[in-house]
Each structure stands twice: as C-alpha cells, then as structure tokens.
C-alpha cells in the first residue's frame, strides 16, 4: 500500500477532533468513577471498581474492535465504538438515579468497550503515512486529548449538581450528548483500502513470526508499564485526595492537569522522537514518571497532587507515543489491526490489574506506598530499553549486516 502523508496529516487532523470529544469518556470516568463507586458500592474496597470496569472492558473489546476494523473498515468500525459511548453515558446516568452499583459497573465497563476503539485512533492516523511522518501523525491525534482535558473534567464540575440529590447523573448525560459528536466527527475520515493477497498484497505473516521482534516486545512490554503505572496513580488520586481532605473540584481539576499533561506534548513529541530517536524520548518518559513518585512522597499539599499528576501525564505521552510508535513500524498492512488489537490487548489487561490494585493498596497501604510501587517498574521498562538499545547496536555492527 503506497504512503500518502496528505491522506495522513487530513485524518489524523480529524482524528486529532475525534479525540477532544472522545477523550472526554476517560475523562469523566476517571474524575467520578471512584467517588461514585464510593457512594454505590457495598464496601470502600470496591470503590475504584467502576474505574477497573471500565479498563477491563477496553482490555476485553481491543480484539473485537481490531476485528470489525478489518472487516468494516476504520471508519464505520469508530462511529459504532462511539454509539458505545452514547449508550454508556445514559445507562450510567440511569444507574446513579437508581443507586445501582452493578448496573453503573456495566456502564463504565461499556465505556471502556468505546475506549477499545479509541485508543486505535493513533494507529489509524498513521496507516496511510511514510515512516518519516508517522510518529508526528500519532502525536497530531494525542495532541486532540488536550481538548477532553478541559472538555471532560468541565463538564463534571459544571454538570454535577445540576440535579440534585443525583450528584454526577448530569455529568454522564454530557458524556453520551459528547460521544454523539464524536460520530459526526468521525464520518469524514477516509481511508485507503488495504489490498488483499488475491490483489498483490503481502500476506501477512504468522503471530510467532512478527512478535519474535525483539522491537516489537520491548515496545508492547513498556507501553504497558507506562499505561498501567498512570492509570494506578491516577485511579486513586482522587480519593486520596479526598481523603486529605481536599474537595472534589480540586479532585476534578487535578485529574484535568494531568490530562494536559498527557496530551499537550502531542505539539512536540513527534518532532523530539524525529530529532532524537524514539528511545531517548521513551527514557525521558520513564525519568518522568519516576519524578512523579518523588514528588507524589514529598507532601499532600494541592500542590503536590497537581504537579505529580502533570509529570504523570507527561511520563506517560513520551513513553507511550514513543511505544506506539514503535508497534507501528514494520508491519504489513494485513497485520496491522490484529497485531494493534493484540498489543492494546495486552496492555489493557496489564492496565486492568493496575486498576484494581489500586483501591486496595491506598486502602490498605496507602498513598506512599502505591506510589512506592512505581519505581521497580519504571526501572524494569528502562532495562529493556537500554538492552534494545544495545541489542540493535550489536546487529548493526554485525558482519552480516
């Protein structure tokens, strides 16, 4: 399939659009779902299980989003993803009228299902471009969750006492009213067909054959640690901060500093990893998340929630947009969404127990202590680049090469 950057840069410009609007479903999940839990749920341990939902229902529909992407198309294959996301706000708005836990349980988990087909919008942006512009393509579309940064978080603080005594009921009637747009959004995009085998196509090779790719490991392996290590943070921040006694605009404004800073480096990320290369971009991205231990274990003023939840946020962009970016080189168009579908798979699911943990170490050990948790894993992902590094030095210096 021939590279066509224009193609590219126009879809990833209204994936970048998609991605204001769409973003704004994790937004509102993880700004409410654990206190919404806490006022549902049977026990305060389950209180983050909303959040756990709705991640394990992103782990549980990335294969069958990959799958109707290959058999539909990008394009309708998004806008039903979105109707999970209209479908998901009105059933949670339902279940917070009715008190129920397990029914808003199935709402978040139905928003992680919207989610699934989501967090493809950075793979779909970069179908169509040349090697040299991909990584910038990613980043166009990371860059439009800058946009659920004030989208999501505003809408709760705006919307959530609009009706009382159902606190948060208006916020997930927004969420549904902003997925609808999404869907209009995403009827502009426009595709290549991908060719099949019977048209010239490579056909596509087998599973054990393209994850023998030491590359292709590492990336999967630490855009997981990335992902699991924010959302643990983030899933508790907001009781822990409650339970600080701070109040739950602050909570709302936290968790939406730490969405900026998850996606405003979208400006630049793609043109460090295009002036850098793509590791040192990922080793700045784990230094990052390791400061934001330190300072998450220097104090629990405002402050430190704020500016720990910012690093946060920018830990993760360079460390996962470089991880995706590396997923997306040197797949054939056939394998693309499966091997996509498999790595979001798998970082989903690693994700999921993050989530989960969470409630119950702040519970049980508290917020040190989780944040503890973050730098045997943030060393861990920096081995395995260090060792790729070198790796891929040995094969260069090779005679055969």
């Known amino acids: 399939m021939p590279y066509d950057d224009a193609l590219a840069r126009r879809n990833a410009i209204i994936l970048a659009v998609a991605m204001g609007f769409a973003g704004a479903n994790a937004s509102v999940v ?21 959040v756990t939902a709705f991640v394990v229902g992103t782990a549980l529909a990335t294969m069958p989003a990959a799958w109707m992407m290959r058999i539909m198309g990008r394009r309708d294959a998004y806008r ?21 836990f397990w029914s808003f349980l199935a709402a978040t988990a139905l928003c992680g299902c919207y989610q699934a087909f989501v967090i493809s919008y950075r793979f779909g942006a970069a179908d169509s471009a040349s090697p040299a512009f991909r990584p910038r393509a990613i980043s ?22 609009l009706m009382p005594p159902y606190t948060f009921l208006p916020s997930y009637i927004g969420q549904a009213v902003v997925a609808a747009l999404a869907i209009l959004v995403l009827g502009s995009l426009r595709f290549q067909p991908v060719p099949s085998v019977e048209n010239g196509a490579e056909p596509s090779r087998p599973m054990r054959e393209i994850f023998a790719s030491s ?18 943070i983030m899933t508790a921040t907001p009781l822990a901060m409650i339970g600080c006694d701070h109040t739950t605009t602050d909570a709302t404004l936290a968790i939406q500093w730490h969405i900026v800073g998850m996606y405003l480096p979208g400006f630049f990320t793609g043109n460090l990893i295009a002036r850098f290369g793509v590791y040192p971009v990922m080793i700045a991205g784990l230094g990052l998340l390791s400061l934001c231990g330190v300072v998450s274990l220097s104090g629990i003023t405002v402050s430190h929630f704020f500016i720990a939840l910012i690093l946060l946020g920018l830990g993760w962009n360079f ?20 091997v996509q579908g498999i790595n979001d798979l798998i970082v989903f699911a690693t994700t999921s127990v993050a989530s989960l943990s969470a409630g119950k170490i702040l519970a049980v050990f508290g917020w040190g202590t989780l944040n503890v948790t973050i730098f045997p894993f943030v060393g861990a992902a920096a081995i395995l680049v260090l060792w790729l590094i070198r790796d891929e030095k040995k094969r260069a210096m090779s005679p055969a090469n």
């Open 140 to 161: 166009y579309v990371v860059l439009g969750g800058l946009a659920s940064a004030v989208i999501g978080p505003q809408l709760v603080i705006h919307t959530k006492d």
């Open 80 to 100: 039903i993803g979105a109707a999970f996301g209209v479908l998901a706000g009105l059933l949670a708005a339902w279940s917070v009228k009715e008190g129920l």
């Open 30 to 50: 993880i700004a409410t779902g654990a206190l919404v839990g806490k006022l549902l749920a049977p026990s305060a341990d389950w209180a983050t299980a909303p």
């Open 215 to 232: 590359r292709l490991r590492v990336a999967v392996a630490c855009g997981a640690i990335a992902q699991a290590l924010m959302n643990l």
């Open 319 to 338: 460390a996962f947009v470089g991880a995706s970016s590396l997923v997306a080189d040197g797949l054939k168009p056939a394998e693309r969404t499966k």
